[in-house]
């Protein structure tokens, strides 16, 4: 029987930061909800913050040289801690630093709340294993859709439904751009300038335009919510660069958008991330940064979500949830 | 609504091609294309002609009746009845890229007819778009169609938009 739970934040960057001011904020509700609850560690690249007896709001406060020597890998091999919260930078490709992260926490026996993609784009049936064989659980809603609910949507409340596939918009900085080509009759290249200085696009914007991103949510859910075993190549990919300004006009004259939809269908048997003609009707075609997917089911068929699919506090709304799912008194 | 392909036979003098599309706009037929099948000449100046035609399948046998009517003489004739149809959007060098050919493929399947294309053409040089309407004679049939228009347009480098609807 736990009797504080003990917290370890692995990654201090927006996110973490972002989950740690949650956790010492809103401190009273959380524990009424999962107990009295600490952070013991914090870890970064530049070193990390450790004391068994809780950590308090003095860690915001901390950077670079204020963290003591040490790596993340000793924290999580020597430091007593019951859920590790992963949120380091994605990788793709090999889904590191994250992958060791978290299989070592599993390994211990220590539950996981990631919002990294990486680690379970490339290995989730492994990780989801290793959780099992521990008796521990690896929890991920942040992964997919930011603080727009879907993971826990579909196991909990849409347990004991057959779900035949789900599609939607799964990148906000996508969904800026097109609506934005949509509304102001630009072109990519003058919305992608725009983006870029509100900071809604990255400085490399490849990862999000191409189409990666998404299709890297498209992988989690098709294997966490479908029981299908797919890998980031089975996934055809197309982004939305040579999208033009006359593409929305033609499409407007019949009442139609231009989406980026992620797709995963057992019924048509479809694992795509690609430009989508929309009715301007349809309750995906959202503005703006907004996430939105459409799950279609046997029993309940459609439900639609819509949310931000980004965003600091948006994030720590999904890895809050799944630590009270967790511990849920 | 049904394509269908006639065969008419007409003598080589003016006025005789009118006779048999007089009844096809009577029955409110859109004619996709006319093609003089000269090189099939008769010893008698008959030359054959096939007349494509979209139409309402229900008025299909009352204006073929109406084109014999009018003294023109119906070879054959053969109905794709069309029951799946989707549009899509390309965007790229569509016409640099040799659209017809795009949509001879299409048409050449025996299954699934280009319907409908509407082309947007900013400026020479500049990506064209074109909103491209396939029928086809089923949904699998339409979802094959759409198979083959995206296999020539990667060839073509051209984007394709497909709709989101399942209404394949």
């Not at chain 1, 600490?38 to 963290?67: H, Q, R, T």
């Not at chain 1, 064989?133 to 992964?143: D, G, H, I, K, P």
């Not at chain 2, 299954?111 to 396939?134: C, F, G, K, R, W």
Request: with cysteine; hydrophobic share 40%; aromatic share 4%.
């Amino acid at each position: 029987m736990i009797t504080v739970i003990k917290i370890a934040i692995i990654g201090f960057g927006v996110i973490g930061r972002g989950v740690a001011e949650v956790l010492l904020e809103k401190k009273e509700e959380i524990q009424n909800r999962i107990g009295e609850y600490s952070i013991v560690a914090v870890c970064e690249k530049d070193g990390v913050a450790y004391n068994p007896d809780g950590l308090g709001w003095e860690v915001l406060k901390m950077k670079g040289g204020d963290f003591s020597e040490g790596s993340t890998v000793d924290i999580i091999e020597t430091a007593e801690f019951d859920v590790a919260i992963e949120v380091t930078p994605t990788d793709i490709k090999k889904g590191e630093p994250g992958l060791t992260h978290i299989s070592e926490c599993l390994e211990k026996g220590s539950h996981v709340i990631t919002s990294n993609k990486g680690p379970l784009v490339v290995a989730y049936s492994k990780l989801q294993e290793l959780a099992e064989r521990n008796e521990v659980q690896l929890m991920f809603e942040a992964t997919v859709g930011g603080g727009m609910p879907l993971i826990k949507l579909v196991r909990n409340d849409l347990a004991g439904n057959e779900i035949d596939s789900i599609r939607g918009i799964l990148n906000g900085t996508c969904n800026y751009i097109l609506s934005r080509m949509e509304s102001e009759k630009l072109t990519y290249n003058q919305v992608l300038t725009e983006a870029k200085e509100l900071g809604i696009a990255e400085a490399d914007p490849t990862y999000d335009v191409e189409g990666i991103d998404s299709a890297a949510k498209v992988v989690i859910i098709a294997n966490a919510l479908l029981n299908m075993d797919i890998t980031y190549d089975d996934v055809e990919i197309e982004g939305i660069t040579a999208i033009t300004p006359e593409a929305f006009e033609v499409a407007m004259e019949r009442d139609y958008t231009i989406r980026l939809i992620g797709e995963v269908s057992r019924e048509t048997g479809s694992l795509k991330v690609s430009p989508r003609l929309i009715s301007t009707h349809h309750p995906l075609a959202v503005t703006g940064t907004l996430n939105a997917v459409q799950i279609r089911t046997d029993l309940a068929k459609d439900i639609v979500v819509i949310g931000r699919g980004a965003g600091q506090k948006e994030t720590s709304s999904a890895i809050i949830s799944d630590l009270i799912e967790i511990f849920r008194k | 609504m049904a394509i269908v392909s006639i065969v008419v036979e007409l003598k080589d003098q003016p006025g005789q091609l009118l006779r048999a599309l007089e009844p096809i706009s009577r029955y409110g037929g859109n004619i996709l294309g006319i093609l003089h099948q000269r090189e099939k000449m008769t010893p008698l100046k008959i030359i054959p002609v096939e007349i494509s035609i979209k139409i309402d399948e229900n008025r299909v046998e009352d204006m073929i009746n109406a084109i014999k009517e009018n003294g023109v003489n119906v070879r054959s004739y053969n109905e794709i009845r069309l029951v799946a149809t989707t549009s899509a959007l390309l965007v790229g060098h569509i016409i640099h890229t040799d659209l017809s050919d795009t949509v001879r493929k299409i048409d050449k399947t025996g299954y699934a007819e280009v319907i409908d294309m509407h082309i947007n053409m900013p400026q020479l040089n500049e990506p064209s778009t074109a909103m491209i309407t396939i029928s086809a004679t089923g949904k699998e049939k339409l979802q094959d169609a759409m198979k083959l228009l995206n296999e020539v347009c990667r060839n073509k480098d051209i984007l394709v938009i497909e709709p989101l609807n399942e209404e394949y």
